[in-house]
């Protein structure tokens, strides 16, 4: 789960909405799957959460984790959409298999009618703070959060 602890209660969004979700698996094997299951792999990995303060919605973000499933959805996905031949296919699945086992990365969405709020990629001046938290409690930072764009128009 990823968890935003700052000192409002996204954290506690967060962890609610994934405790509502249904337990997904963390294992690698065969995976049949085609371009039209990548939106329910979508779902399946991914999980919003909104954080309040003074009757007001500071932040609201979605998260989707990279996982195993997601991957090999995604590479059929793009296959189709690209008409990829099937030596460029398996390249772009080595890539996506690759970045996979490197590390775990999410894509996370986020959204605040203040931009302060909106600082996840500045870790000492951040309004927030980023971490991976397992079934035990545990927590891991991220290595990196690197920003794609201000806003999408």
Known sequence: MARFAPASALGLALLLVSCAAPKVPFTE????VDADDYGAALASWTRSGKAYGDLE??????ATFKSWGWTHAAVERLSEARALRAADKAALKARYLDAYRA???FVVAAWS???????????ERSSWRIALEDDRGREAEPESVEKVSETIR
């Open 57 to 62: 919605v500071r932040l609201r973000v979605t």
């Open 113 to 123: 009618s203040r931009p302060y709020y909106n600082n996840l990629d500045r870790k």
């Open 29 to 32: 094997g065969d995976v049949s």
């Open 103 to 105: 590390r775990y990365e």
